[in-house]
């Protein structure tokens, strides 16, 4: 199955940046603490966003009638670090509307990912994420006899991003995740490529 292997990929991919970014830690400075922080903790929420883009529907058209796979995704978030390396969002997002045989393919859903980042300046960084998401689609009725109705439930979610800091608050944020979602009677993926603005609390 092919999500098994792109998520070996991911875990391959975040095994090799987490190695880079411990070693160039440890040669930036040998002063600076890393002190782990969790959610409950004061220090620990320090972002919050939104941004907008477009996503697309992987599943599929019908043999017959319309189709229209891509529309414009949004998505608001805050998150914060357990260290210097790593953090938290949690996000929610709309994956938007989509035509499928002359009925409506739309949905929404809860966006948790860990993030693995890498600074490269002030307020500045790439990062990737591995977490999972908890979908709500609806199918309506539509002219090609693809299945209709309400379905939700996990599932995993995977990207990369990047920042570039405009002040030390304030950041433009570009982001490419992969949301793989429940529909009625199949699982498939929604992808969504996004810029947003990004502001810090610290």
């Known amino acids: 199955m092919h999500y098994?292997?792109?998520?070996?990929?991911?875990?391959?991919?975040?095994?090799?940046?987490?190695?880079?970014?411990?070693?160039?830690?440890?040669?930036?400075?040998?002063?600076?603490?890393?002190?782990?922080?969790?959610?409950?903790?004061?220090?620990f929420w320090g972002h919050a966003g939104a941004s907008v883009g477009q996503s697309k529907?992987?599943?599929?058209?019908?043999?017959?009638?319309?189709?229209?796979?891509?529309?414009?995704?949004?998505?608001?978030?805050a998150g914060g670090k357990f260290?210097?390396?790593f953090g938290l969002e949690l996000g929610l997002v709309d994956y938007g509307t989509f035509d499928r045989?002359?009925?409506?393919?739309?949905?929404?859903?809860?966006?948790?990912?860990l993030i693995l980042g890498f600074p490269i300046g002030a307020n500045s960084s790439v990062f990737a994420k591995a977490g999972?998401?908890?979908?709500?689609?609806?199918?309506?009725?539509?002219?090609?006899?693809?299945?209709t109705g309400k379905e939700s439930g996990w599932g995993p979610r995977y990207g990369v991003g990047a920042q570039i800091g405009l002040t030390p608050q304030w950041a433009i944020r570009a982001d490419w995740d992969r949301y793989h979602v429940r529909f009625p009677g199949t699982k498939d993926d929604v992808d969504t490529l996004a810029i947003g603005a990004q502001y810090s609390f610290r």
Not at 132 to 147: F, I, K, L, R
């Open 132 to 147: 999972v998401n908890y979908s709500q689609m609806e199918v309506s009725e539509n002219s090609t006899g693809v299945a």
């Open 57 to 77: 529907l992987q599943l599929g058209c019908p043999p017959s009638g319309s189709c229209d796979d891509k529309d414009t995704s949004f998505r608001i978030f």
């Open 83 to 85: 260290n210097n390396a």
């Open 101 to 113: 045989g002359g009925g409506e393919t739309k949905g929404r859903g809860l966006d948790i990912p």
């Open 4 to 43: 098994r292997t792109l998520t070996a990929t991911v875990v391959g991919a975040l095994g090799l940046a987490m190695s880079g970014i411990a070693s160039a830690q440890s040669t930036t400075s040998s002063t600076t603490p890393d002190t782990w922080r969790m959610p409950y903790q004061s220090g």
